[in-house]
């Protein structure tokens, strides 16, 4: 299986500050199947990006995704309140869907 | 618009049993292949089964006898029955779906195992 390491595993960070979550594939994935997501507590992950860099419907521009190789990186322009939460990747290439550790970006 | 909601969770006894339902709408059901994806409390997300368009189905290994998934398309709706419970499998369950324009979850139902 695919296996997804996501760094650092916290980012302390101050709103309207920019942050950079990485997710590493220990393979190729496949067209690109590479979707991040934003947790808050109590509450289902919401998807954010979907094949590596497509904003999903109602994603804020500040968000973006992209690739290089095996390397994935999300990048939030400037953080608003909101988006002090965990961040999960998830490659959907190849059977059995696997996820990162998940990063956790902390005021 | 996409929806999937979760149905069926609740608290059993180690060894006991359950059926979570999935009920979806806003997308051709019997065209896709369904998931379940779970997540222990405080935990990460893990991939638990899913089911073909084909009805081909697929386990992680640590459910592999224990669960077994199924759907019916007319309901557009499916399912997963858990039997031999541990605990270990306490978590929220999610269904989740991917479609042309994104991947889609329910609001998840939590199985709780304990005695």
């Not at chain 1, 990048?75 to 999960?88: C, K, M, N, W």
């Not at chain 1, 998830?90 to 869907?97: A, H, I, T």
Request: net charge neutral; proline share 4%.
């Amino acid at each position: 299986e695919i296996v997804l390491t996501q760094s650092p595993g916290t980012l302390s960070l101050s709103p309207g500050e920019r942050a950079t979550l990485s997710c590493r594939a220990s393979q190729s994935v496949g067209s690109s199947y590479l979707a991040w997501y934003r947790q808050k507590p109590g509450q289902a992950p919401r998807l954010l990006i979907y094949a590596a860099s497509i904003r999903a419907t109602g994603t804020p521009d500040r968000f973006s995704g992209s690739e290089s190789g095996t390397d994935f990186t999300l990048t939030i322009s400037r953080l608003e309140p909101e988006d002090f939460a965990v961040y999960y990747c998830q490659q959907y290439d190849r059977s059995p869907w696997t996820f990162g550790q998940g990063t956790k970006v902390e005021i | 618009e996409v929806q999937l909601v979760e149905s069926g969770g609740g608290l059993v006894q180690p060894g006991g049993s359950l059926r979570l339902s999935c009920a979806a709408s806003g997308f051709t059901f019997s065209s896709y292949d369904m998931h379940w994806v779970r997540q222990a409390t405080g935990r990460g997300l893990e991939w638990v089964s899913a089911i073909a368009s084909t009805d081909d189905t697929y386990y992680l290994g640590s459910v592999k006898g224990r669960f077994t998934i199924s759907r019916e398309n007319a309901k557009n709706s499916f399912f997963l029955q858990m039997n031999n419970l541990k605990v270990g499998d306490t978590a929220v369950y999610y269904c989740a779906v991917i479609t042309s324009d994104g991947i889609y979850w329910g609001q998840g139902t939590l199985v709780t195992v304990s005695s």
